[in-house]
């Protein structure tokens, strides 16, 4: 067979990217394959055996819609795209999820949706419940707390919560940190799965775990009401509450469901019981609600019945694996105790060993210390007979300068006695000034009396002088050419002779006395100077007597 003959048997192919929550796959598909083919390829891939609650979801023209497994892929209403791109995703949600979900991947994948929708607020979760379920999921990630391995901070690139519930409460990252790893302390020995699992445990309970919902109406004009579908049934809500429904139909209740065009029937069991009619907004949603209602219908049909060969094959599996992981949980935790007991007698003779090294180290010091101590103490003793020789030198010149001392005050007596003898005699001296001084003023004053009377009677000899003179000689003044006049002047002479005479005694006489006054000035000074060197010499003694009672 030729090359080129080879190349045309070759099947024409094309590209899918299949995402699930946490990767993408790309594959390449025969054109003639159908959606069952691709299904099939991507379970595979994954290792996913209860393939039943899974479909291959994509959005056309604003829809989400599964991808039909009996048809071709490419003969369906799909994206026109290279490559075309479908999500893998959980299409139906079991009752009980510990007793249906057996794989792990399953239940790894099952989570992953789970966690998304409840962080995307398509599952409604009160703050508190979603604290925990975020300490579940950090469990699943990070295993075991450990205080010195998860620091303050390590969920800071991590999303656990809704907005929702981060705009509820005004706490900061840290506070929801700190809650957070409160309730993630405490999950400590629970492994991935099973935190996991825990997680989905608690989701299940939710109100709007796994109901897909659509608007509808009673009516064609009005769309006021929503339906629900979920593993237990079909359900009629009001517009504004999806937790409570007004109505619900279980599977075990339902005969049959239909639709024609735009409007979809429900048929109770019962056919006394009223046909529920209702309006969707366009055909395509009336289709996708019977296909979610057959696949929930079979599935619940499948849990009420006996299991098939596969299914016991995956439950004993399933126990199987899970003993030995129990098992191997248990082992694990067992290596894991013993070895963080003997990290912690390591960590304890590590303790002791510096302990006694510390001990040593402290007796080392105190040795040490002691020697220095030691050294101290003789320096501090030959210190110590070293002062006491000063002393006992000190002392012996303490002795010489006592003897000494008793010398000086002797001749300070003598000193005292002699001062005391010139003071009396000073004293003496000063009384004699005193008495001299008062005796010359008293001469003095009566010097100045005969003075002052000397002057008063000469100035009264003059006055009569002069009267005399102008009684006898009247025209002295306009005659002075006459010879009488001559002889008046001549008697006139004679007597301002006398005169003179006697204001020369006067001076004469004042002069002595201002010449002895100035000498007792100047005797009384030296006096004084003399008194004061008397004063100074007897304080310094007075002085010395007081020092040299001190030092005795």
Not at 6 to 23: E, R, S, Y
Not at 35 to 56: H, I, M, Q, S, Y
Not at 378 to 402: D, G, M, T, V
Not at 520 to 535: P, T, V, W
Request: proline share 3%.
């Amino acid at each position: 067979m030729s090359i080129r003959g080879l190349k045309k048997k070759q099947p024409k192919t094309f590209k899918v990217k299949i995402i699930t929550v946490d990767a993408e796959m790309e594959f390449s598909c025969e054109m003639k394959w159908k959606g069952k083919d691709l299904f099939d390829l991507v379970c595979r891939a994954l290792g996913l055996r209860e393939t039943w609650f899974f479909g291959l979801q994509y959005t056309i023209k604003g829809m989400c819609t599964w991808l039909k497994m009996d048809k071709k892929v490419l003969d369906q209403e799909i994206p026109k795209e290279d490559p075309i791109s479908f999500h893998f995703l959980a299409k139906f949600y079991p009752e009980k999820v510990e007793e249906e979900l057996l794989q792990e991947i399953t239940q790894h994948l099952f989570f992953l949706q789970v966690k998304k929708q409840i962080l995307d607020e398509e599952i409604y979760c009160s703050p508190e419940a979603t604290v925990l379920l975020a300490s579940y999921a950090v469990q699943a990630k990070y295993g075991d707390y450990d205080p010195n391995f998860h620091e303050p901070g390590f969920l800071a690139h991590d999303e656990l919560l809704p907005k929702r519930v981060l705009r509820q409460y005004q706490l900061t990252a840290e506070m929801w940190e700190e809650k957070i790893t409160a309730w993630y302390a405490e999950h400590r020995g629970i492994a991935r799965d099973e935190a996991e699992m825990n997680y989905l445990k608690i989701a299940q309970d939710l109100e709007m775990y796994g109901v897909n919902y659509f608007p509808i109406a009673q009516n064609k004009n009005h769309t006021d009401l929503l339906l629900g579908v979920d593993a237990k049934g079909i359900h009629i809500y009001s517009i504004n509450n999806r937790f409570s429904p007004n109505k619900s139909f279980e599977w075990s209740a339902i005969r049959n469901i239909s639709y024609s065009e735009k409007e979809l029937t429900i048929k109770p069991l019962d056919k006394k019981a009223e046909v529920f009619k209702f309006f969707s907004s366009q055909l395509k949603v009336n289709k996708l609600i019977l296909q979610l209602c057959i696949g929930n219908h079979d599935l619940f049909m499948r849990r009420r019945k006996v299991d098939s060969i596969e299914i016991q094959q995956m439950k004993a599996q399933a126990r199987e694996e899970k003993a030995r992981k129990k098992m191997e949980n248990q082992r694990l935790a067992r290596e894991k105790q013993l070895r963080e007991e003997a990290e912690r007698a390591k960590e304890e003779l590590e303790r002791r060993l510096f302990q006694l090294e510390d001990e040593a180290r402290q007796a080392n010091e105190a040795l040490l210390r002691s020697q220095e101590a030691a050294e101290l103490l003789a320096e501090k003793a030959q210190i110590a007979e070293e002062e006491a020789k000063l002393l006992a030198h000190n002392a012996a010149e303490a002795e010489q300068e006592r003897q000494r001392l008793e010398i000086t005050a002797l001749k300070t007596k003598e000193e005292k006695r002699l001062m005391e003898q010139k003071m009396r005699e000073a004293e003496l001296i000063a009384v004699k000034l005193v008495k001299e001084s008062d005796r010359r003023a008293k001469e003095a004053e009566h010097l100045k009396q005969d003075l002052h009377e000397a002057r008063e009677a000469e100035r009264k000899a003059k006055q009569k002088l002069l009267d005399i003179t102008r009684l006898n000689y009247p025209h002295m003044v306009k005659y002075p050419q006459y010879s009488p006049t001559d002889t008046r002047d001549a008697n006139f002479d004679k007597g301002s002779i006398k005169l003179d005479l006697k204001d020369i005694d006067l001076k004469r006489l004042s002069f002595e006395i201002e010449r002895e006054r100035l000498d007792y000035l100047e005797k009384s000074r030296k006096f004084e100077d003399r008194l004061k060197e008397l004063k100074s010499e007897i304080h310094a003694l007075k002085l010395e007597e007081k020092q040299s009672g001190l030092y005795s």
